[in-house]
């Protein structure tokens, strides 16, 4: 059953899909609005991640993003918009929805129980039992520890208690309950805000391995660093609109701060050839 | 500096994980858990942690070896033992429902009252109505779980909180009761079964199965831990080492077969003791080996979490209430056998002993972490001051006022350990 969950480990370091790959997305949103009273957070919003790409979700306080990640992950809908999933069209009224079609949402404080261990939480919820409803522990730290090894992730022991464990591990090990619900699309809120320098470069090549292992993955973050560091495409939000969409290789920082802010848009969208606007000119 | 980070927190895959990527569970384990990562931990943070018992036990030791030098040999002779666990059986009971509601950090202050309320219907339905024994104490545990079910209905439901809940049940139930003994002060038990649970001179367990069931216990315990050592060295996990393995069968035997021993060099095992060491071994099992026992500690250490991983965290909370009154049902049946009698006063110190002897024991007030075992160290602490000041010809007002110490003192390391490990914690 563990096969399932990940691809065989020999598989990994495939290259980079080109940018941006073709086919159909993992995931795709059209049109996606949303208002709260008078305020409009999001405005015809299309949105698409492809598997085995790492997609950068910016843009300054108060653009959106938050929004639309709830649309997403089923915590507030969207008022209007489709959304489909490898190319099927899907409803997602609720996080039990999201979490069937194989979106996972990590969030960083809310995802672990501080008391339990690794092994403990990473089946929270779902719990493998054998005779009489009794836990099967053997089982479920053989499978923990492949979907950890999966993710080339470190830890002390996975019968350590969470509480122990370092940010950038409490983030790894959030990530592999994702990975053991099965989920085709991962979106991380924030991975590493509140890391220090060490534990940012581990969620950061852990964020690598889940490219590596054909998922679709959505980064939000206020660290342009990191993003460069990992994304394949940058989609900056500004004001509810979807302002622009870089390539991060022909991209400098600068530009996506320009985009984020505002400043000058319409001098870079004329300068920048990699960036393909697509609600911008409304 | 990437290169110097790479090495500190997360290093390049070396040759042996290499390979391990290739290999079964055995060097997956090998690749993912690095011991070397584990925080050196001083002797105070181990205290804090796994270690949490050893103040208690110490404790413990101490005001028994007090007891034992200054009462002359009398507080340790098998029949002061046997008196002081006939002495704690019934809080221990209550106590052991309360863990179950202190591991969400809630509280269930209507205790002592259900207790009472619920001996007080067995009783009267036995006594009163001539129902048969049996029947009359199926009512009354019933009855404790619907109170409790009702408690977590306004807990878990309505969100109210349950110091409210609780104690509004607890004044409301002791005038239910009263209502119920309508008038009356005590109402004398005569029913032999009922009796005989601990209030009569053959409320002890038969010569066999007072012998043979808990070496049983340990037997099934034995087996289990080898089964899951053997188990887990197939599947190639870590395993804890065979002499830690060994030592805690020792350890166990060591423990039931010598308070057997001491039982039999008096009268045998009690009843209400033997029920005592079932409950909390069945509330054990419950709490560690099931998916409904990890989903209580899950909800106590992070309800917001539970509810994302998909737990219903409603319908925990009021199986916990559920659970917590009917055990209180229990020991109220064991406390009006021990008494032959019910009352319509309810004691004061019966709820205060069994929230004390679970936090002394090391159960947190703020949820998720204690064990069901816990509550034997919390109440042979309580039961030994109680029963030693006693020996001693003291009275009450020295016993509550030690006792009073003894539960700020635990409170206090609870509340310490807490911002410990928030401080540690991330």
């Known amino acids: 059953m563990a096969e399932n969950v990940t691809p065989a480990v020999g598989e990994m370091s495939s290259p980079l899909p080109e940018q941006p790959p073709g086919g159909e997305p993992r995931l795709r949103l059209r049109g996606i609005s949303k208002s709260f009273g008078a305020v409009r957070a999001l405005s015809k919003v299309d949105f698409e991640v492809y598997a085995g790409e790492v997609v950068g979700l910016v843009g300054d306080n108060g653009a959106g993003k938050s929004t639309l990640i709830k649309v997403i992950s089923g915590v507030g809908p969207a008022d209007e918009g489709e959304i489909f999933v490898e190319g099927q069209k899907v409803n997602i009224p609720n996080p039990q929805a999201a979490t069937r079609l194989g979106i996972e949402t990590v969030y960083q404080d809310l995802a672990l129980c501080d008391n339990l261990d690794v092994v403990a939480n990473l089946f929270l919820g779902r719990e493998e039992v054998s005779f009489l409803q009794s836990l099967d522990e053997v089982d479920m730290e053989k499978r923990g520890l492949h979907v950890l090894q999966g993710l080339e992730v470190k830890i002390p022991s996975v019968r350590s208690v969470v509480a122990t464990l370092s940010g950038g591990q409490r983030q790894s090990v959030a990530v592999a309950k994702s990975i053991l619900r099965q989920a085709k699309v991962v979106l991380l809120d924030e991975p590493t805000a509140a890391l220090g320098v060490a534990q940012t470069r581990q969620v950061l090549h852990l964020i690598r391995r889940l490219r590596e292992q054909g998922l679709a993955v959505v980064v939000i973050s206020h660290n342009l660093a990191d993003v460069f560091e990992v994304v394949d495409r940058v989609i900056v939000l500004r004001l509810g609109r979807r302002v622009g969409t870089f390539d991060i290789k022909t991209t400098t920082p600068e530009q996506i701060v320009a985009a984020i802010t505002g400043a000058e848009f319409g001098a870079l969208m004329a300068t920048n050839g990699a960036a393909n606007d697509t609600s911008g000119g409304r | ?327 209180a049902a229990v020991g109220g049946i064991v406390l009006a056998s021990r008494g032959n009698a019910v009352a319509s006063a309810v004691d004061s110190t019966l709820l205060l002993n069994a929230i004390a002897a679970a936090v002394i024991g090391g159960v947190s007030l703020f949820g998720g972490r204690g064990s069901a075992w816990a509550i034997v160290l919390g109440v042979l602490i309580i039961g030994s001051i109680i029963n030693g000041l006693a020996l001693l010809n003291q009275t009450v007002d020295v016993s509550e006022m030690v006792e009073g110490v003894v539960l700020l003192v635990a409170v206090t390391a609870d509340a310490l350990v807490r911002r410990a490990q928030a401080r540690t914690g991330r």
């Open chain 2, 1 to 327: 500096m990437s290169d110097i980070i790479e090495k500190n927190d997360s290093p390049e895959p070396t040759e042996a994980s290499k390979v391990a990527a290739f290999g079964g569970p055995a060097a997956e384990a090998a690749a993912v858990e690095v011991p070397a990562y584990m925080p050196r931990r001083t002797i105070g943070q181990l205290l804090r942690g796994e270690l949490g018992f050893v103040p208690v036990l110490v404790t413990l030791l101490i005001i028994v070896a007090y007891f034992q030098i200054v009462t002359g040999g009398i507080f340790l002779s098998p029949e002061n033992l046997s008196n002081l666990v006939g002495q704690i059986a019934y809080f221990g009971i209550l106590g052991l429902g309360v863990i179950m509601v202190l591991l969400l950090g809630e509280i269930d202050l209507s205790l002592a009252s259900v207790a009472v309320l619920c001996s007080i219907i067995m009783a009267a339905l036995s006594e009163r109505a001539g129902v048969p024994a049996w029947l009359a104490i199926l009512v009354a545990l019933l009855a404790g779980a619907v109170i409790g079910f009702i408690n977590g209905f306004f807990v878990a439901v309505l969100r109210v909180p349950s110091f409210i809940v609780t104690l509004a049940g607890s004044i409301g139930y002791a005038g239910l009761l009263l209502h119920l003994l309508n008038g009356q002060a005590t109402l004398i038990i005569n029913n032999p079964f009922i009796l005989a649970i601990a209030g009569s001179a053959q409320s002890f367990l038969p010569n066999v199965p007072g012998v043979v069931l808990p070496a049983l216990a340990v037997l099934l315990y034995a087996a289990g831990l080898v089964v899951s050592y053997v188990r887990r060295r197939r599947a190639g996990l870590r395993t804890s080492s065979l002499l830690w393995l060994v030592a805690r069968i020792v350890i166990a035997a060591a423990l039931v077969m010598g308070a057997v021993a001491v039982f039999y060099s008096y009268q045998g095992v009690p009843y209400s003791t033997a029920l005592f060491f079932g409950l909390i071994a069945l509330f054990w099992l419950i709490l560690t080996k099931t998916p409904f026992g990890r989903h209580i500690y899950a909800v106590g250490g992070n309800a917001e979490a539970a509810r994302r991983a998909g737990i219903n965290v409603v319908a925990i909370r009021i199986a916990a209430f559920t659970l917590c009154s009917t055990l």
